[in-house]
Structure formats: structure tokens, C-alpha cells
């Protein structure tokens, strides 16, 4: 991957727990741990803050940044611009949306594509009033062929897919615009947050747990991570990384196949500091519908990228952990914590060049029992429901399990997110979710033939990666 740039700056992510005096590093949005060397600690500042200065400091941003650990950082040091953009918009009728997208874009290049709009004056007459250039579909080919045809169109080297019915102005762009600074990146998304003013039950819960609203910490996106796709109503990208563009033959999901197929070969990173606004679905059953219509992506997802969309992600340790929680026996307890142990002394002995390599591996298995817990809970009440169901009756141990998921699932998930809902009402409402996605989950597992989609995957990963010294960078 080329080198960055002078004068780049990254700064610690917030989620990245450091010990042995900031030596050992572990967390972040991929979870991973790190071991500096005295070379590259020295470049850290006490803020965090590592500027790309030598190849060494280039080299330790990049290990940083490709584990989650780190992320770039401006603050406000260097001016955004836009000027190398061109913004997509593939549109199906909606022209007061376009009128209201465009209205913020002045100056900028637009390419509008009517995927088969039923009223084509209307879309043409904005696209007039705004100096974008219309491109027409004769008849509706889907969003992804839009795209795809506006993907044509540019001939900038940067590209921005923007779907009609979000709100989004020149700054937020080129904001988004300086990530491809660093020339490993290729594709960029902000935080997508609701446009409706949050007096309806259902608006305020979108506000607070919207499924594209991919949370307040920035991330490197890739499967399995914190932050594992991005979401196609608004994504910069570099045009000569997209290939052919959408899949086509895809009317779900087509945006997460995109950003894994970009992310095999470049990153792809999600900056929330950036906000736009997109009109949620706030009635119940268009609401419903759309959960739905997201979980029969999943099968889709499945056949092209395999383990990737897996449900839940575990260590062999956590697993046989969470397996005997879930047996509720009598030896429950003590097998779980037989696993926990064995995997704290397997962690420590590769930790040994800390000051503390059991303090160290204690701080690690304790975020991946979080994350374990966490996983077991979503199968239970969200992927693995009509199973889970279909034990209720037969099972008290089961009825136990689905009780206290649900319950404590919603408490814990209405503490992080803080929502305008009380407990109660934001708990139903998750769990309405979670049985639309996953009643389409297993819609298009069924409908694919396969349960791929549906299987947890077991995954032991590396434990320490130690950063080069600057005597090995010379």
C-alpha cells in the first residue's frame, strides 16, 4: 500500500485501551492488539496524535490505521475541498427531494440519472434550475444500475453516490473528500441520522438505532469489524477503484457487496464527524417492510462472500464460554470459567514483552467477553429468533435465556444509545426489529437454499503484532 503522506495525521481511537504505560495496545474497531516498540511510542504525543513526518511515523500510521487502532485526525489543520468530485444521484421521481439535495450542492458537479420516473418534466426541470446533467432510464432498471450509469457518465477521478432523499451540503463533501489523502483509501461514508423532527414514537427510535446509522465512533470498515459495511446513501469514492460498480442483479445489499469487494484491495473508512440527514421510514409497516427487506440481503451476501456476513464471529474458547452459559447446568459456571482461564494463560505467554502480561491479557478477554456476550444475545432474540421460537414451548431454559436476552439486551442497548423513548417502548421496538430482519433473514436463506448465512464461524485470531523499530525502517 503507498506510503502517507507528510504531514498526515492520526490520533488514537477512543475504544483503543492501552496499558504498560501506552506500550500495548488492543481494541479499537477491529479489535486487534499491538505491541510498540520504544521507536514508535516516542511519535505518539500525550494527546494521542501521531504526525507522518519520517518512514518510520508513516509506517506506524499505516499499521494504526489498518488495525482499528487509530484514526485520521485534522482538526481543522488543513482546508477541505470538493473541486475533483462528481455527485451521483440516481432518482425515481421525488423531484422536491432532488430540488432539496441540489439546493445544497451549489457549484458542484451533478450527474442525475431518472431511474423511469413517471413525471420526467419534473426531474428535468430541477436538474434545469440546479445546472445538474440528466440522464434517463427509459424504464425502471433499480438503483444499482443508476449508479452504474452515472459511474459511466463521470469523468472525475472522485465520485459521490448520493441517494435523492438526503440532505447533505459542500462542506460535509469535502469533508469527506480529505480522507482520500491517504492513498489507501477508496471509499468514504459519513453518519447518516434522521431527517424527521422526532415527535412520532418510531422517528425517535430511528434517531437512536436507525439501521444506517452506524454509530459516533469512526472506523476502518471490513467485515467482522465494529463497523463491517457502509451504507449507499451517501459514499465518495475513487472512481478507478469501483471496477464495474454496483451489481446489478442485486436489489438488496448491493451496497454492502460493493464496499467488501472494494475493501479486498483498499480501505474503506466510516467518519461520523460528518453528518447528513436521509427521511427515515417512520410508518409502521413501510418500517417493518424495510427490516425485512435488509435481512434478505444476508443470503445474497452469503453466496458471494462467504464468511463475511456469519452472524457471529468467536474464538473457540468464547464459544465453548457462551455454549455452557446458554446450558444452564450446574456445571455452567465452572466450565466457562475453566475456558476463560486457559485462554487468559494462552494470551499472557504471548504477551511477554509486557511489564504486566496478565494484567494485559485480563484488559483483552474482558472487551472479547463483551463482545461474545453481545453476539450470543443478537442470535438468540435477532438472527436465530424462529428457532429460538420454536423451543419456547419445550424448553425452560430456553424461555429463561429469551427472557433475560430480550430484557437485558434493551436495557443495556437504551443506556449506550440514550433515545428520546423510555426502557419499555424502545426494548419493544428493538425486538420488533429484530424479528422483522430476521424473519427476512431466513426468508432469503430459504428462498437461497442454503444456511450459510444463518452460521456462526469459529476464529482464532493473532494476538500480538509488534510494530517495526526504526532501525528496521532505515
Not at 451533478?110 to 427509459?138: F, L
Not at 460535509?172 to 468514504?188: I, K, T, Y
Not at 419445550?394 to 430480550?406: E, G, M, Y
Not at 430482519?437 to 437454499?449: E, I, N, S, V
Request: aromatic share 4%; net charge positive.
Amino acid at each position: 500500500m503507498a506510503d502517507l503522506p507528510r504531514g498526515f495525521r492520526v490520533r488514537l481511537a477512543d475504544d483503543a485501551h492501552r496499558c504498560d504505560d501506552g506500550r500495548t495496545l488492543f481494541g479499537g474497531s477491529s479489535g486487534r492488539l499491538v505491541h510498540l516498540r520504544p521507536a514508535a511510542l516516542r511519535r505518539i504525543d500525550d494527546a494521542g496524535v501521531l504526525a507522518v513526518e519520517d518512514p518510520t511515523s508513516a509506517r506506524v500510521a499505516r499499521m494504526l490505521l489498518d488495525r482499528g487502532l487509530a484514526h485520521p485526525w485534522w482538526n481543522g489543520s488543513r482546508p477541505a475541498t470538493c473541486g475533483d468530485v462528481t455527485v451521483v444521484v440516481p432518482v425515481l421521481d421525488r423531484p422536491d427531494a432532488l430540488d432539496r439535495l441540489l439546493g445544497g450542492l451549489p457549484g458542484t458537479t451533478v450527474v442525475v440519472v431518472d431511474d423511469g420516473s413517471t413525471d420526467p418534466a419534473s426531474i428535468v426541470e430541477v436538474c434545469r434550475r440546479h445546472a445538474a446533467r440528466y440522464v434517463r432510464h427509459p424504464e425502471r432498471r433499480g438503483p444499482a444500475a443508476a449508479r452504474n450509469t452515472g459511474l459511466r457518465t463521470a469523468t472525475s477521478p472522485v465520485v459521490a453516490f448520493v441517494d435523492s432523499d438526503v440532505v447533505l451540503d459542500v462542506q460535509s463533501l469535502a469533508a469527506l473528500r480529505r480522507h482520500l489523502e491517504d492513498p489507501g483509501v477508496a471509499l468514504v461514508a459519513p453518519r447518516v441520522l434522521g431527517l424527521d423532527d422526532g415527535r412520532g414514537v418510531l422517528a425517535r427510535y430511528e434517531a437512536a438505532r436507525s439501521s444506517l446509522d452506524l454509530g459516533a465512533s469512526p472506523a476502518r470498515v471490513h467485515p467482522h469489524g465494529r463497523v463491517s459495511y457502509v451504507p449507499s446513501a451517501v459514499l465518495l469514492a475513487r472512481r478507478d477503484a469501483l471496477g464495474a460498480g454496483f451489481d446489478e442483479s442485486l436489489e438488496v445489499a448491493e451496497d454492502v457487496d460493493l464496499v467488501w469487494r472494494v475493501a479486498r484491495d483498499h480501505d474503506v473508512r466510516y467518519d461520523p464527524s460528518v453528518v447528513v440527514r436521509h427521511e427515515h421510514r417512520t410508518t409502521t409497516r413501510a418500517w417493518l417492510s424495510r427490516k425485512a427487506f435488509y435481512g434478505t440481503g444476508a443470503a445474497l451476501l452469503a453466496a458471494r462472500h462467504g464468511e463475511a456476513v456469519s452472524p457471529a464471529v468467536l474464538a473457540p474458547w468464547s464459544a465453548v464460554a457462551a455454549g455452557a452459559l446458554l446450558a444452564q447446568r450446574r456445571w455452567s459456571i465452572p466450565v466457562a470459567l475453566a475456558a476463560s482461564a486457559v485462554a487468559e494463560v494462552t494470551l499472557a505467554r504471548r504477551l511477554r514483552g509486557s511489564d504486566h502480561p496478565h494484567r494485559a491479557a485480563v484488559a483483552v478477554l474482558g472487551v472479547a467477553l463483551h463482545a461474545t456476550l453481545t453476539q450470543t444475545t443478537a442470535l438468540v432474540v435477532r438472527h436465530h429468533w424462529p428457532l429460538t421460537a420454536a423451543l419456547l414451548p419445550f424448553s425452560r431454559r430456553t424461555r429463561r435465556v429469551a427472557l433475560a436476552a430480550a430484557v437485558v439486551d434493551g436495557v443495556l442497548d437504551h443506556r449506550r444509545v440514550r433515545p428520546d423513548l423510555d426502557v419499555a417502548r424502545y426494548t419493544a421496538l428493538r425486538r420488533a426489529e429484530d424479528l422483522a430482519y430476521g424473519a427476512g433473514l431466513w426468508a432469503g436463506c430459504l428462498r437461497a437454499r442454503s444456511p450459510r448465512a444463518l452460521l456462526p464461524v469459529l476464529r482464532h485470531r493473532p494476538a500480538r503484532t509488534p510494530i517495526p523499530s526504526e532501525r528496521s525502517q532505515s
